[in-house]
T-cell receptor, first 111, second 116 residues
Framework: QKEVEQNSGPLSVPEGAIASLNCTYS??????FFWYRQYSGKSPELIMS????GDKEDGRFTAQLNKASQYVSLLIRDSQPSDSATYLC???????????FGTGTRLKVLA | DAGVIQSPRHEVTEMGQEVTLRCKPI?????LFWYRQTMMRGLELLIY????????DSGMPEDRFSAKMPNASFSTLKIQPSEPRDSAVYFC??????????????FGDGTRLSIL
């Protein structure tokens, strides 16, 4: 059974701090990795994608991928109260368009 | 550009009734996905299509659920007969699937379904 694991949280950080969200996956042939943000009552919104080992930065967001250790993380710098949401990790295996989603980590940024 | 469009946004109906959810993917996208989200089970993939052909329906919970994609711009998810445990938010997503390429999926606003 292919799995994607996330800590459900809530993860609470003060405004301006760095929020670190982690995700591990079980399928070694996974090739593509995505982070989605979901506000309460809304649909998932893509914020980052990463395909190769290392870091990928986009504004205040940095995605980190380590295929050898089978984890992917998302760092949010200068966290704002508007970043408070559930963050979903999604993993795509080779040869399929199917994602496996984690159950999400709820982030609370305290003003 | 228009995103993924789902209708209705909300549906409340009585147990035993037929429910039809509709989805229009992003123009040019050739992969379409139906998900169900609940607090208990999170986001579950029900079925996905590539080039209008169902590829994987292993997530469809039982025979009461069916999905069709008659053309590249329209898909339906039908529940007949509906049961209270089908109450959830149903999302449709689409992506541009190119061979082995893994393009991001883009989600519609969802349909909040309540079966009484």
């Amino acid at each position: 059974q292919k799995e994607v694991e996330q800590n459900s949280g809530p993860l609470s950080v003060p405004e301006g701090a760095i929020a670190s969200l982690n995700c591990t996956y079980s399928d070694r042939v996974s090739q593509s990795f995505f982070w989605y943000r979901q506000y309460s009552g809304k649909s998932p919104e893509l914020i980052m994608s990463i395909y190769s080992n290392g870091d990928k930065e986009d504004g205040r967001f940095t995605a980190q991928l380590n295929k050898a250790s089978q984890y992917v993380s998302l760092l949010i710098r200068d966290s704002q109260p508007s970043d408070s949401a559930t963050y979903l990790c999604a993993v795509n295996g080779g040869g399929t368009y199917k994602y496996i989603f984690g159950t999400g980590t709820r982030l609370k940024v305290l003003a | 550009d228009a995103g993924v469009i789902q209708s209705p946004r909300h549906e409340v109906t009585e147990m035993g009734q037929e429910v039809t959810l509709r989805c229009k993917p992003i123009s040019g996208h050739n992969s379409l996905f139906w998900y169900r989200q609940t607090m208990m089970r999170g986001l579950e993939l029900l079925i996905y299509f590539n080039n209008n052909v169902p590829i994987d329906d292993s997530g469809m919970p039982e025979d009461r659920f069916s999905a069709k994609m008659p053309n590249a711009s329209f898909s339906t998810l039908k529940i007949q007969p509906s049961e209270p445990r089908d109450s959830a938010v149903y999302f449709c997503a689409s992506s541009l699937g190119l061979g082995g390429s893994n393009q991001p999926q883009h989600f519609g606003d969802g349909t909040r379904l309540s079966i009484l």
